[in-house]
């Protein structure tokens, strides 16, 4: 926890050393939810150390009276959905309002778990040039019979605008720093805190274009966003697992 402890401390301290200077809005970097009315799959690819499967998130913007929300079903090669989120958008960013992921329960049945939502920043609208660190918990007990879980921990901090280019056109784009811990385990037996770091860039009326992550052994995780493109577009088997979630 010491790792984490510091984080925080130097998080909090440089919030507040950075809230006196010029704010830049960015809201316009995240995913576009007029554009994702009718829904899109946002297809990425590895072009890491480490050959990944291709993964795919279906965006959908949705109301609920005067609250707008971004949806997102994860996937993997196999289609099947891994993770689904729901985010509420308001006036000062993004903030997480439910997620759940799939991982099989005591009888080995594969269900969707709901996480907790400790700290919900997801994507700040107004930050400072290198400053400004946002926190994302979640915790999820996992569902064996052991009483553990897994806590996600990131505190994503902006560090500046740049370029990026996809399908052959350069976009104004924004990039976060991004550091990020995983606790393991359960009271009982301990946790174990796994830490990454890495870096994500955001296209302006795109969205998430580019992620890299390096692990402890300095492998790194990286992916970049390939094509997107509507349902009907999608590959059938990803266009039933949605169905069966109601999503059409």
């Not at 996937?75 to 997480?96: N, S």
């Not at 400053?131 to 879980?149: H, R």
């Not at 301990?190 to 692990?215: D, N, R």
Request: aromatic fraction near 16%.
């Amino acid at each position: 926890m010491a790792f984490l402890r510091k984080l925080f401390l130097f998080g909090a301290l440089f919030t507040v050393l950075s809230s006196c200077e010029e704010r830049i809005n960015i809201k316009d970097y995240y995913f576009p939810l007029t554009k994702l009315e009718e829904g899109m799959v946002y297809e990425y690819h590895s072009i890491g150390d480490i050959p990944m499967p291709t993964i795919y998130w279906y965006y959908y913007s949705t109301r609920e009276g005067r609250q707008k929300f971004l949806n997102g079903v994860y996937a993997e090669a196999d289609f099947i959905p891994r993770q689904i989120v729901k985010e509420e958008f308001i006036k000062t960013g993004v903030l997480l309002s439910e997620v759940s992921i799939s991982m099989p329960d005591s009888t080995g049945k594969m269900a969707q778990i709901p996480g907790e939502v400790i700290a919900g920043n997801v994507f700040p609208y107004n930050v400072v040039e290198d400053g400004g660190i946002f926190l994302y918990k979640v915790k999820f007990d996992i569902p064996d019979g052991t009483g553990s879980s897994a806590t996600l921990i990131k505190n994503r901090h902006y560090e500046t605008d740049s370029t990026i280019v996809f399908n052959n056109v350069m976009y104004d784009c924004v990039k976060f720093d991004v550091k990020e811990l995983v606790e393991y385990g359960s009271e009982a037996d301990g946790f174990t805190e796994p830490p990454f770091s890495g870096v994500e860039y955001y296209a302006k009326s795109i969205g998430l274009v580019y992620y890299k992550k390096q692990t402890e052994d300095n492998t790194f995780l990286e992916y970049t966003l390939f094509e997107r493109y509507p349902l009907e577009k999608a590959d059938p088997f990803l266009r039933e697992e949605l169905l069966k979630l109601g999503i059409k």
